[in-house]
């Protein structure tokens, strides 16, 4: 028993919104696109769940941020799906693949065969038990990955109005859940094993801003250090977070951003894997030549720095998506996939870009004590990277236009004096 599709797409999430839109834009036949996903939704935009989700007034709810409205594009409802004739399965997790005879197992034993397939599975969150930490499942605890967590998050934050929070992880999770608990009235203390907050992206100059923006708000932080253990009433409810040099913080709730693990287990020994991703060519064309992989879970060449990457950002996955459908559609037409990094946030009155790559040495600019400030990173001798806090359009336009071209530097101290201006002047 099963069904056949010319295009499957396994995973629902941001890339397989965007690769949907790309196969209806080059016409594809009504009945031969299906998507698998264990959610029970049609894709939507995940970075709303740690921002406009949260929010206590005129919070974000589907079915508004449906993808693709991230990227000003149609918002893809049920409806569209239908209208297009697009096979959504929803709530329905794969438990196996079979590369070689083009099969995928369904949790309910169904069997949905492909011609194309494209693996979207993103990643799950990391879990405090890989850490030797238990706990994770008690009530008051969560992880924020998907629209469930979300809505336990936001249950938490209602029920603990005037309480202490604590997060634990200082990333992308951490930060921008940091934020949100603020402006639901909660005493944030966030607990991370580094010197300082989103240390493998910010220099610590860069994330001094951010701490002390984030003291101001009330928000308390522990760094170098992590919890070794949760204090537990009878109830099964955290009441407190005890970290490893003995410190005991009270916690009306525990927020949990760790990092996340990409989701290959199903192609494990069947496809090539590459940095923690499945590895695919310029193509977006896996080691099987019909599986491509797209989104977190992909390593794709970074053609500008000659390297591999997998990256974990929404910008990517919409691309990559776009690209591997361009390269099935049109074969002949499409060219090697040539990504630019882009990763961004927004919290509180702040919002910052970083485009490149963040290697070799730094060049800050601008004012530190203002709202407007940046960085680039120089590389044997070009730019490769840039960061930019509280610019206009145009200028996070043009600092990812000057970080494309890879501009030889040859006076440090002149691209310092100039700093937004060099890029402007590109
Ligand atoms: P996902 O969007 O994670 O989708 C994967 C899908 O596959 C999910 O629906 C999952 O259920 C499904 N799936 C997995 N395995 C199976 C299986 N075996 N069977 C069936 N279905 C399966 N990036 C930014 O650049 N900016 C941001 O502001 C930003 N904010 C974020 C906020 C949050 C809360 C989170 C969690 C991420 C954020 N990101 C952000 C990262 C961005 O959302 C991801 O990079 C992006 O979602 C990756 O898209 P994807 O399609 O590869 O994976
Ligand atoms: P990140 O990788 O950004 O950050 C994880 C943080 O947790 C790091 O500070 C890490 O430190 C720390 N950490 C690791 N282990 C422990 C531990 N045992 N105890 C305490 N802290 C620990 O992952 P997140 O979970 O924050 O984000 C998950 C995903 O969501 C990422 O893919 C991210 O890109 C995405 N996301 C992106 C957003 C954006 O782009 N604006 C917004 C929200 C999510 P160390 O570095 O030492 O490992």
């Not at 009878?234 to 989701?263: E, F, W």
């Not at 192609?267 to 992989?293: D, H, M, P, R």
């Not at 919290?347 to 963040?358: K, T």
Request: hydrophobic share 40%.
């Amino acid at each position: 028993m099963g069904r056949a599709f010319v295009y499957v797409i396994l995973g629902g999430g941001v890339a397989a919104g965007y690769a949907a839109l790309e196969f209806t834009k080059r016409g594809v036949p009504h009945g031969e696109l299906c998507i698998i996903s264990e959610e029970p939704v049609p894709p939507y935009e995940r970075p709303a769940l740690s921002k406009g989700f949260l929010l206590p007034e005129e919070p974000a709810r589907l079915p508004s941020f449906h993808t693709c409205v991230g990227a000003n594009e149609e918002r893809l409802t049920p409806k569209w799906y239908k209208e297009h004739g697009i096979e959504l399965v929803l709530g329905t997790q794969v438990k196996s693949a079979d590369i070689r005879r083009k099969t995928l197992i369904t949790a309910s034993g169904e069997t949905i065969s492909y011609k194309i397939l494209i693996i979207a599975t993103g990643a799950r969150a990391l879990k405090l038990e890989e850490f030797g930490v238990k706990g994770s499942d008690a009530e008051n605890v969560c992880y924020l990955r998907n629209l469930s967590d979300a809505t336990t998050l936001v249950g938490l934050m209602k029920s603990c109005s005037g309480g202490n929070a604590v997060v634990i992880g200082g990333g992308y999770i951490g930060m921008e859940c940091a934020a949100s608990l603020v402006i639901n009235k909660i005493s944030v203390t966030m607990v991370f094993p580094e010197a300082h907050c989103m240390a493998r992206l910010f220099t610590p100059k860069i994330a001094n801003y951010y701490e002390e923006y984030y003291k101001s708000k009330g928000v308390n932080f522990v760094k170098g250090t992590v919890l070794s253990s949760f204090e537990i009433d009878t109830d099964g409810k955290v009441t407190a977070v005890i970290l490893k040099d003995g410190t005991h913080l009270p916690a009306d709730m525990v927020v949990v951003g760790i990092g996340i693990r990409p989701n290959t287990s199903l192609f494990e020994g069947q496809l090539t894997l590459e940095k923690g991703g499945i590895k695919v060519n310029g193509k977006l064309q896996s080691s099987n030549s019909s599986v491509y992989a797209v989104g977190d879970v992909a390593a794709f060449p970074v053609k500008l720095f000659g390297e591999i990457r997998r990256l974990e950002h929404v910008d990517s996955a919409r691309k990559s998506a776009r690209h591997a459908v361009a390269v099935i559609m049109e074969p002949v037409k499409a060219g090697e996939y040539d990504y630019l990094p882009f990763f961004y946030s927004r919290v509180f009155a702040l919002s910052w870009q970083f485009y490149g790559d963040n290697a070799g040495e730094v060049i800050h600019f601008g004012d530190f004590s203002g709202s407007t400030f940046g960085a680039y990173w120089v590389h044997k001798g070009h730019l490769v990277g840039s960061f930019l806090e509280g610019g206009t359009k145009e200028e996070y336009e043009t600092i990812a236009k000057a970080t494309r071209l890879k501009p030889a530097i040859e006076d440090i101290a002149e691209l310092e004096r100039r700093g937004l201006g060099f890029a402007l002047a590109i």
